[in-house]
C-alpha cells in the first residue's frame, strides 16, 4: 500500500503563510498526479491543487495566484506553498495521489488530514 503522510498545518493569522508537504512511501511503482483537497466542516471535500507528473498543474479560481504547488518526483514529495491566507482557507487539508503500487492496480489514495486554521 502507498502511503501519505502530511505536515505543516497550523494556525495562521489572516494574510500569512503556511506551507503543506506531503511525503509519498511504500512499494512505490510509479505516481502520477499528486494534489491537495480540503474540507471544511459542513462543506464537501474540494480540490486545492493539483500537478502531474509532468509538471502540469490546475488550481480552482478560489486559491488561484495565492497558492503554489510543487513536487519533488526523486522525494516522491508534494508541496503546496499558501500565501495571502484568509479565513475562508480554514480546512482540513488532505494530500491526494493517483499512484500504482508494485503489483498492484493504479488507484487513488488519501493521507490522514492536517488542520489549517487561519484566524486573527
Known amino acids: 500500500q502507498v502511503q501519505l503522510v502530511e505536515s505543516g498545518g497550523g494556525l495562521v493569522q489572516p494574510g500569512g503563510s503556511l506551507r503543506l508537504s506531503c511525503a509519498a512511501s511504500?512499494?512505490?511503482?510509479?505516481?502520477?498526479?499528486m494534489g491537495w483537497y480540503r474540507q471544511a466542516p459542513g462543506k464537501q471535500r474540494e480540490l486545492v491543487a493539483s500537478?502531474?507528473?509532468?509538471?502540469?498543474?490546475n488550481y480552482p479560481n478560489s486559491v488561484k495566484g495565492r497558492f503554489t504547488i510543487s513536487r519533488d518526483n526523486a522525494k516522491n514529495t508534494v508541496y503546496v506553498q499558501m500565501n495571502s491566507l484568509k479565513p475562508e482557507d480554514t480546512a482540513v487539508y488532505y494530500c491526494?495521489?493517483?499512484?500504482?503500487?508494485?503489483?498492484?492496480?493504479?488507484?487513488?489514495?488519501w493521507g490522514q488530514g492536517t488542520q489549517v486554521t487561519v484566524s486573527s
Open positions: 491526494h495521489s493517483i499512484a500504482t503500487a508494485v503489483g498492484g492496480l493504479q488507484r487513488a489514495y
Open positions: 511504500g512499494p512505490i511503482f510509479s505516481i502520477n498526479t
Open positions: 500537478i502531474t507528473s509532468g509538471g502540469t498543474t
